[in-house]
């Protein structure tokens, strides 16, 4: 697809934080470099749609990776009693 400049294109704006409507205000090799928001007018580059990674808050980052540990610990409890080891008075019946 060819993008001409001035060409309504969807992409994600940061601001709005949502893919919303956007102007080419730039092209490189006949892709949109810069686009304009039409929403609230901000220019940047184009994402093709993207939204850019979640920034990380390092202490967030580790409750949610405890948080996890946690829920995998509980799920593992659950599921897997034994943990996979049988109890030595079970022992598997072999001829
Ligand atoms: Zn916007």
Redesign the pocket.
């Known amino acids: 697809m060819r993008a001409r400049l001035g060409d309504d294109i969807d992409d994600y704006?940061?601001?709005?934080?949502?893919v919303?409507n956007?102007l080419v205000v730039s092209l490189l090799n006949d892709e949109p470099a810069k686009v304009r928001?039409?929403?609230?007018?901000?220019d940047h580059d184009f994402r093709h749609e993207q939204a850019p990674p979640p920034k990380v808050d390092p202490r967030k980052a580790a409750l949610a990776l405890e948080k996890a540990a946690a829920a995998a610990a509980r799920a593992a409890a659950e599921t897997l009693p034994t943990d996979g080891e049988l109890p030595a008075d079970v022992m598997p019946e072999e001829a």
């Open positions: 704006c940061v601001k709005c934080k949502r919303m956007h928001c039409r929403t609230c007018h901000g």
